[in-house]
């Protein structure tokens, strides 16, 4: 049987691939061309285009921008401060007074003048991160801006166009179409995403401490602050030191310091919140083992791995913390930007403000007060022990309540604010005169504290000034004259009678008697190493009381006068750093003295003027008497009035300075008393015997007149007498009170 042959069949496909339309494949095109132009767009708003150095670029044009404005506006404030001035000079040589004004107005220039300098001495440092990402945040905040502008901004050009179309002209729409349409070519083609640039620093390993660890700012960066970590642990095998100027980065700052201190053995650990300044660069450093007394005893041999100048490692230990301490690697002057003093006005502070003598080595303010306070400036000839003590005057003589005195037995003390002081005394009569008086006013005014109210301290006022006492030169007094000083550094200060005394040395021999470490503000400026720790403290060197390392100045370089190392400032902690006293032009200086004397200054308050009668003097002043009461030793200085101060060191006399009537008065009033074999008489005897001596002179006179004339004299008031004339406490003047005043 015939097999049947089916006929053979053609396999049918089981996938038919149709072709898309001409609208799907343009659909597809466009939904491609969108996604380029989104994340085209995008990147563009996020400045993905701008890489990090194109970044810091504009962020460090902005700075010098807003430096250069700085600049611009203080240089017209100078103008200005000039313009007034030379106005004000004007008047005055047309007749017209302007007195304290001219030295207003001076001070004022200085002021300005040198803000404008330190402004021109400060460069622009490189951008910090914060600063880079603020550039970039506002490239974006623009950029932002742009597109929303440009979106509402076609749909009135669009309108426009249809309008023009409509009328038959329709070019402006086919402009707008071909300008869409380029722009569509532009944005819509294939896009691919930047890369980012790489981090500028390594991640700190998880092996740091807890306390120096931050959340990461970016991607790559730890820090802490604006400042990167870096740990030991991150040097690379086989690194060597290299300088400190071959650093760039705050990276690079970090690992020049570990590996100079590796190479030394010093066991420095870690460093972090590295900052550039523009004198150089400044971290914490801590170390592993020890205390960072190794930094200090290796700083020389730091300084040549970093091929610094000398001294320029200054460590300065902290107490907080005690395995850190904040390192300065120096390359300029850290004082260069610092700013001048401000201007101060006649009475315009009391004693106990604080008030700005000096900037620190980071940039701080040193402010202090000197109310109860008894100073040592300790520096060598040349540290600038002048600069300072003008610089500590300045302010108390701005006071509205304070007296301010002169002692110098071998220089010109205060020199340019001579004017604004009320005693200056040279000889060694006057100044052991001078403090005597005041040792006798603090006793006194300890005994009466609580009469006016003042509870446990003086009060100082107009009406009840204090007194700061500025003795340079110590050294040079004489014996005498320094245990007076002694004395009163140990009873003036609750009577607000202040000693700020300067020496050359803080030891034994300059001084007279260790007394260096108890004075309660003390300050050391270039001197001899043995200075430092007379005054800081036998360990002081190792804390990082530097004071020796500072140079003083030559006939040509002023090198670190005026810069010191401080303990004791008011309301401030003792740390080991730099400062650098504001130095003041002495043409300033003179003009303020002069406007602070035209301002009127102060005398001591009456109230202590009478209470210093009740006082017994040091027993090594008084007069020695032989066993027959005959003067074996005269006293070796006499309690003076406060008059009588005035005339020996040929100061202004008070406004209440005695008439030739009551000094002939006083005079008469002695010789009846001593005529009479009496010490003592009552009010009413003693104008009865001085009618009786001189009717002619004398006829007018009442016991109440009297006592005007006696008070106007420098005696005070009637005082107790003890029984006399028959009553039991009448009150008048005793012979011994009034001798003192002739």
């Known amino acids: 049987m015939a097999t049947e042959v089916q006929p053979e069949t053609q396999p049918q496909p089981t996938d038919i691939v149709v072709e898309p339309s001409r609208t799907t494949r343009a659909r597809e095109a466009f939904k491609e061309q969108r996604a380029h132009a989104s994340a085209r767009v995008k990147d563009w708003l996020a400045t993905h285009d701008l890489d990090d150095s194109e970044i810091m670029q504009l962020a460090e044009e902005r700075k010098q921008r807003k430096q250069n404005h700085r600049i611009a506006q203080q240089s017209r404030a100078v103008a200005e401060a000039h313009g007034h001035l030379a106005h004000a000079r004007a008047q005055a040589d047309d007749g017209v007074r302007a007195g304290g004004n001219l030295a207003a107005l001076g001070g004022r220039v200085a002021t300005e003048e040198a803000k404008l300098a330190a402004l021109q001495g400060t460069p622009v440092l490189p951008p910090t991160d914060r600063e880079a990402n603020s550039v970039r945040h506002s490239k974006k905040a623009a950029r932002a801006g742009i597109v929303a502008a440009g979106g509402i901004a076609t749909l009135p050009a669009t309108g426009a166009a249809i309008e023009h179309a409509a009328n038959g002209q329709p070019l402006l729409l086919a402009v707008l179409g071909a300008a869409a349409g380029y722009g569509w070519y532009l944005v819509s083609r294939p896009f691919t995403a930047r890369q980012g640039g790489g981090a500028p620093f390594g991640m700190a390993p998880v092996s740091l401490p807890a306390t120096f660890l931050a959340d990461p700012t970016q991607a790559g960066v730890t820090s802490v602050g604006s400042s990167v970590v870096m740990n030991v642990e991150q040097l690379a095998d086989g690194a060597k030191p290299f300088p400190l100027r071959n650093a760039r980065t705050p990276e690079q700052l970090a690992e020049c310091v570990l590996l100079a201190a590796r190479a030394e053995s010093v066991p420095i650990v870690e460093v972090s919140e590295v900052v550039r300044q523009p004198w150089g660069w400044q971290c914490v450093v801590r170390v592993g083992e020890g205390t960072p007394e190794a930094i200090i005893e290796k700083s020389g041999d730091l300084e040549t791995k970093f091929d610094l100048p000398t001294n320029g490692v200054r460590p300065q230990p902290l107490k907080v913390r005690r395995a850190c301490a904040v390192l300065r690697l120096v390359e300029g002057d850290p004082f260069a930007s610092a700013p001048g003093l401000p201007y101060r006005a006649p009475k315009s502070l009391s004693i106990t403000d604080q008030f700005r003598i000096g900037t620190s080595v980071g940039g701080d303010p040193l402010e202090l007060s000197l109310a109860g306070v008894m100073g040592l400036w300790v520096a060598a000839s040349g540290g600038g022990k002048t600069g300072i003590l003008q610089a500590l005057a300045e302010g108390t003589t701005a006071c509205r309540d304070n007296i301010t005195i002169d002692l110098d037995p071998h220089g010109d003390g205060l020199e340019d604010l001579g004017d604004a002081v009320r005693i200056t ?7 052991e005169a001078v403090l005597l008086f005041f040792l006798v006013m603090s006793k006194a005014r300890a005994r009466m504290r609580a009469k006016l109210g003042m509870g446990k301290k003086w009060k100082a006022s107009p009406e009840h000034p204090a007194v700061t006492i500025f ?9 005498l004259a320094k245990r007076l000083a002694f004395d009163l550094l140990l009873v003036g200060r609750k009577e607000l009678i202040e000693l700020e005394i300067a020496s050359q040395g803080g030891q034994k021999g300059y001084l007279g008697e260790n007394f260096a470490q108890m004075v309660a503000l003390k300050a050391v400026g270039p001197c001899k190493v043995g200075d ?7 360990g002081s060197v190792k804390e990082g009381y530097l004071s020796h390392k500072l140079s003083p100045a030559t006939a040509t370089d002023p090198k670190d006068a005026g810069h010191i190392f401080i303990q004791g400032v008011p309301g401030k902690g003792d740390e080991p750093i730099e400062y650098a006293i504001h ?30 009668r009740g006082v017994d003097l040091p027993e ?27 005339r020996l060191c040929d100061a202004q006399p008070s406004a209440g300075t005695p008439t ?3 000094t002939a008065l006083i005079a008469d009033a002695v010789d009846l008393m001593d005529k009479a074999g009496v010490d003592r008489m009552r009010s009413e005897t003693l104008t009865d015997s001085l009618v009786d001596f001189s009717p002619d002179m004398y006829g007018d006179l009442t016991p109440d007149s009297l006592k005007a004339l006696l008070r106007e004299a420098g005696a005070g008031g009637p005082v107790s007498l003890g029984p006399l004339d028959g009553l039991a406490n009448p009150r008048g003047f005793k012979r011994e009170a009034l001798a003192r005043l002739m």
């Open 583 to 612: 130095e003041v032009p002495s043409a300033t200086l003179r003009k303020l003295a002069e406007e602070r004397l035209e301002a009127g200054l102060l005398d001591p308050d009456q109230d202590s003027l009478d209470a210093m």
């Open 425 to 431: 005394a040279r000889t060694n009569e006057q100044i």
């Open 660 to 662: 030739d009537t009551a």
């Open 471 to 479: 003795f340079d030169e110590f050294p040079k007094a004489t014996e």
């Open 532 to 538: 430092t720790r007379a005054v800081f403290g036998d």
């Open 620 to 646: 090594y002043v008084e007069p020695e008497y032989d066993k027959d009461d005959n003067i074996k030793k005269p006293a070796p200085v006499q309690l003076l009035t406060w008059e009588q101060l005035l």
